[in-house]
Protein backbone atom coordinates (compact mmCIF):
# COMPACT_ATOMS: atom_id res chain seq x y z
CA UNK A 1 0.00 0.00 0.00
CA UNK A 2 1.05 3.64 -0.49
CA UNK A 3 0.28 6.31 1.29
CA UNK A 4 0.17 9.93 0.12
CA UNK A 5 -0.01 12.58 3.00
CA UNK A 6 -0.44 16.59 2.44
CA UNK A 7 -1.67 19.47 4.58
CA UNK A 8 1.37 20.61 7.24
CA UNK A 9 2.51 23.78 6.90
CA UNK A 10 3.24 27.21 8.86
CA UNK A 11 0.29 27.96 11.91
CA UNK A 12 -0.11 29.76 14.54
CA UNK A 13 -0.79 28.88 18.20
CA UNK A 14 -4.81 28.66 18.00
CA UNK A 15 -5.16 27.71 14.74
CA UNK A 16 -6.46 24.86 13.02
CA UNK A 17 -4.94 22.51 10.33
CA UNK A 18 -6.08 19.48 8.65
CA UNK A 19 -3.57 16.77 7.07
CA UNK A 20 -4.75 14.27 4.68
CA UNK A 21 -3.40 10.80 3.78
CA UNK A 22 -4.41 9.20 1.04
CA UNK A 23 -3.85 5.30 0.02
CA UNK A 24 -3.37 3.43 -3.15
CA UNK A 25 -2.31 0.21 -3.99
CA UNK A 26 -3.97 -2.95 -2.24
CA UNK A 27 -6.06 -0.49 0.35
CA UNK A 28 -8.57 -2.94 0.33
CA UNK A 29 -6.46 -4.67 2.83
CA UNK A 30 -5.86 -2.13 5.32
CA UNK A 31 -7.14 -2.49 8.73
CA UNK A 32 -5.57 0.13 11.07
CA UNK A 33 -4.84 3.60 9.25
CA UNK A 34 -3.25 6.21 11.69
CA UNK A 35 -0.53 9.22 11.96
CA UNK A 36 2.14 9.44 13.78
CA UNK A 37 5.04 12.21 14.53
CA UNK A 38 8.93 12.89 15.46
CA UNK A 39 9.65 15.66 17.00
CA UNK A 40 13.37 16.65 16.22
CA UNK A 41 15.95 14.37 17.61
CA UNK A 42 12.87 12.30 19.08
CA UNK A 43 11.55 8.63 18.49
CA UNK A 44 8.24 8.97 16.23
CA UNK A 45 4.95 8.80 18.82
CA UNK A 46 1.57 7.81 18.00
CA UNK A 47 -0.78 10.73 17.33
CA UNK A 48 -4.16 9.17 16.72
CA UNK A 49 -5.62 6.07 14.19
CA UNK A 50 -9.02 4.63 13.11
CA UNK A 51 -10.13 1.29 11.71
CA UNK A 52 -10.16 1.34 8.29
CA UNK A 53 -13.76 0.78 8.58
CA UNK A 54 -14.62 3.93 10.28
CA UNK A 55 -14.41 2.97 14.12
CA UNK A 56 -12.80 3.04 16.72
CA UNK A 57 -10.87 6.45 16.85
CA UNK A 58 -8.09 6.58 19.32
CA UNK A 59 -5.79 9.38 19.68
CA UNK A 60 -2.91 9.68 22.03
CA UNK A 61 -3.23 11.88 25.79
CA UNK A 62 -1.35 14.93 24.19
CA UNK A 63 -4.00 15.33 21.57
CA UNK A 64 -7.27 14.05 22.82
CA UNK A 65 -10.03 16.55 22.70
CA UNK A 66 -8.19 19.18 20.15
CA UNK A 67 -7.37 16.08 16.70
CA UNK A 68 -10.27 14.23 15.03
CA UNK A 69 -9.02 11.40 12.88
CA UNK A 70 -11.54 10.51 10.03
CA UNK A 71 -11.91 8.46 7.13
CA UNK A 72 -13.84 8.70 3.67
CA UNK A 73 -13.57 4.90 1.74
CA UNK A 74 -14.74 6.52 -1.06
CA UNK A 75 -11.71 8.65 -1.38
CA UNK A 76 -9.11 6.07 0.08
CA UNK A 77 -8.33 9.28 2.28
CA UNK A 78 -8.19 9.18 6.26
CA UNK A 79 -8.10 12.61 7.75
CA UNK A 80 -6.68 14.43 11.07
CA UNK A 81 -8.10 17.39 11.86
CA UNK A 82 -5.97 19.50 14.15
CA UNK A 83 -7.60 22.45 16.45
CA UNK A 84 -6.31 25.16 19.05
CA UNK A 85 -2.69 24.04 17.80
CA UNK A 86 0.10 24.27 20.48
CA UNK A 87 3.91 25.03 19.96
CA UNK A 88 4.52 21.77 20.64
CA UNK A 89 2.83 20.25 18.26
CA UNK A 90 5.15 21.23 15.77
CA UNK A 91 6.63 17.74 14.09
CA UNK A 92 7.39 15.63 11.18
CA UNK A 93 4.00 14.00 10.79
CA UNK A 94 3.36 10.55 9.17
CA UNK A 95 0.74 8.82 8.04
CA UNK A 96 0.88 5.23 8.53
CA UNK A 97 -1.08 2.00 7.81
CA UNK A 98 -1.43 -2.10 8.74
CA UNK A 99 -2.94 -4.87 6.75
CA UNK A 100 -2.36 -7.21 9.56
CA UNK A 101 -2.22 -5.45 13.41
CA UNK A 102 -5.06 -4.90 15.63
CA UNK A 103 -6.31 -1.21 16.71
CA UNK A 104 -4.10 -1.37 20.12
CA UNK A 105 -0.95 -2.67 19.20
CA UNK A 106 -0.81 -0.67 16.22
CA UNK A 107 -1.58 2.22 18.48
CA UNK A 108 0.36 2.09 21.62
CA UNK A 109 3.58 -0.89 20.71
CA UNK A 110 6.46 0.15 18.86
CA UNK A 111 5.53 1.28 15.09
CA UNK A 112 8.69 -0.13 13.57
CA UNK A 113 7.12 -3.68 14.20
CA UNK A 114 3.63 -2.92 14.07
CA UNK A 115 3.10 -0.34 11.01
CA UNK A 116 3.42 -2.00 7.19
CA UNK A 117 3.70 1.19 5.16
CA UNK A 118 4.68 5.07 5.99
CA UNK A 119 3.78 7.55 3.93
CA UNK A 120 6.28 10.68 3.89
CA UNK A 121 6.24 13.36 6.51
CA UNK A 122 4.61 16.15 5.98
CA UNK A 123 6.09 19.19 8.23
CA UNK A 124 3.56 20.67 11.06
CA UNK A 125 5.40 24.03 12.60
CA UNK A 126 2.97 25.89 15.19
CA UNK A 127 4.52 29.19 15.80
CA UNK A 128 3.90 31.26 19.47
Known amino acids: VQLQASGGGLVQTGDSLRLSCTASGRAFDLVVVGWFRQHPGKERDFVAAIHWDGGRPTYSDSVKGRFTISRDNAKRTVYLQMNRLKPEDTAVYYC??????????????????????WGKGTLVTVSS
Open 96 to 117: AATTGIALRPFCFSDPDIMVDD
